[in-house]
């Protein structure tokens, strides 16, 4: 079993949305950190949003925030991150990682799912 396996990825016009969805195995799910982050075309990783499995404590990056959610279903092991109002600067791969805002470079994370945002 993969320990953090990402889905939910498309292609989408600007303005739309896309629900991704992690599924981790082999952590203790209840007392968790989890982010979000995402590497466009040609760039490194950005980290977008963190979740705190324990009090559902929530931060994002400004660039996302009031449009990107993420959220957690603890009884799935499951973390969440709803996009809506997709620009085309949005695009890339973005990964679930085991990891906080502060923690999140040295943390595992998955293969990443694939966004395309275009008209």
């Known amino acids: 079993e993969v320990p953090l396996a990402e889905s939910g990825g498309g292609s989408v016009q600007p303005g739309g949305s896309l629900r991704l969805s992690c599924v981790m195995r082999?952590?203790?799910?209840?007392?968790?950190?989890m982010s979000w982050v995402r590497q466009a075309p040609g760039k490194g990783l950005d980290w977008v949003a963190s979740?705190?499995?324990?009090?559902?404590?929530?931060r994002y990056a400004q660039s996302v925030e009031g449009r990107f959610t993420i959220s957690t279903e603890n009884t799935k092991n499951t973390v969440y991150l709803d996009l809506k109002s997709l620009k085309v600067e949005n695009p890339g791969v973005y990964y679930c990682d085991q990891g906080s805002s502060d923690t999140w470079e040295d943390s595992p994370r998955g293969q990443g799912t694939q966004i395309t945002v275009s008209s």
């Open positions: 082999g952590f203790n799910f209840d007392s968790l950190f």
């Open positions: 979740v705190s499995s324990y009090n559902r404590d929530t």
